[in-house]
């Protein structure tokens, strides 16, 4: 994977960055996101990597790695920043010991989770252990894993970044490239989502199905890119699709991901983001975009200091073929496996080290 990136992508503010653990009956990290930025001292560190032999405790593997290697002071950027964090697991057999409650406490920390399946893998651990069942894949030998790489890269450079709810995330973006990130709302809510230009100014597209919404495919969009605080409401009524996310509580009613994408107009901006539920008796489907042909028809709720109601249509547009875009590939990423692997944008491959 990380002969996808050149030098000049893995370094710098934005540069992608890897980290790589190995599991069988003990873990083992073989470096962190912060080690190198040249893609040859990757590649020489992955070749020392040794069969070490021994169980699949693959759940006391999640529980190492989470505080091992997506730690910031080993590389791990801010939640602020808004870069995606991604885990991605492979394993060619059934875990020895328990992953579903490891597993949840990795995605609860906003990391997503590719699991990987070769050979002799256990299909129901795989979905337990992976963000969706659009993250789980399935390989017959290890000979198939060199040609499936390019297809997980792309994946994983498209990642939306899962948010918290009134978590509030400062990043830049440049022209013709697209950030996206997701949210769970529960379906009974509605989610209201606010972006600030800081410098420069941005369009936001929002879809309840399409985790890469779009100006040619969105529920809601945000078009005047001149207006700086940019805020629209959208309801988590329930569709049926089969993009379901987990809840983050058992007892909890079910939730919704709602996508949402940025990019800017200008040469580059830098802006805030930040989302929270609200009820729909208080809070109206919508946006505040003002035409700049008349006067404003949004305004602030006084006695529940939630804001409401609006302006623009809310139908959607038609789907039309999209232009090609760039996503900002700033990601970290951990891979784990029996032989972990690595961290990208900040990615982090945790592998199941066996004899290839």
């Not at 964090?85 to 394993?91: A, D, S």
């Not at 989302?275 to 042909?293: D, S, Y």
């Not at 951990?334 to 990208?344: E, G, N, P, Q, S």
């Amino acid at each position: 994977m990380t002969k996808a990136f050149p030098d000049e992508k893995l370094s710098g503010k934005d540069g992608t960055r890897f980290g790589l653990s190995t599991f069988s009956s003990s873990y083992t990290s073989h470096f962190y996101l912060s080690k190198y930025t040249k893609q040859s001292d990757y590649l020489s560190a992955i070749s020392r990597v040794s069969y070490a032999g021994g169980g699949t405790y693959l759940g006391r593997a999640l529980e190492e790695i989470l505080t091992d290697q997506f730690n910031e002071e080993r590389g791990l950027r801010p939640e602020v920043d808004g870069v995606p964090r991604i885990l991605i697991v492979l394993t060619d057999g059934g875990a020895s010991d328990d992953v579903s409650l490891p597993a949840k406490n990795v995605r609860d920390e906003n990391i997503v989770i590719y699991a990987i399946g070769i050979g002799g893998y256990n299909l129901e651990q795989l979905k337990g252990i992976a963000s969706s069942e659009s993250h789980v894949y399935t390989l017959s030998t290890f000979t198939e894993l060199e040609i499936f790489i390019s297809t997980l890269t792309s994946s994983t450079c498209y990642e939306p970044r899962p948010a918290s709810l009134n978590e509030t995330i400062i990043t830049d973006i440049e022209k013709d490239t697209y950030l996206y990130f997701s949210y769970k709302v529960k379906e009974s809510s509605n989610l209201e989502i606010s972006v600030v230009d800081l410098s420069g100014s941005t369009l936001v597209y929002v879809s309840r199905t399409n985790p890469h919404p779009s100006k040619f495919d969105n529920d809601f969009s945000f078009d005047l890119s001149q207006q700086k605080t940019k805020i629209l409401i959208i309801p988590a009524q329930p569709i049926p699709d089969t993009r379901r996310k987990r809840s983050t509580d058992d007892d909890d009613e079910l939730t919704r991901q709602i996508y949402v994408s940025v990019t800017s107009d200008t040469e580059s901006a830098q802006f805030k983001i930040e989302a929270n539920e609200c009820n729909p008796l208080n809070c109206t489907e919508g946006t505040n975009e003002i035409p700049t042909t008349q006067p404003p028809t949004t305004h602030l709720s006084t006695t529940t200091g939630t804001y409401s109601a609006t302006a623009t249509t809310t139908t959607k547009k038609p789907t039309a073929t999209p232009t090609t875009t760039t996503p900002k590939s700033s990601a970290r990423v951990v891979i784990a496996t029996k032989f972990v692997v690595v961290c990208f944008a900040m990615l982090i491959t945790l592998l199941e080290i066996h004899d290839i």
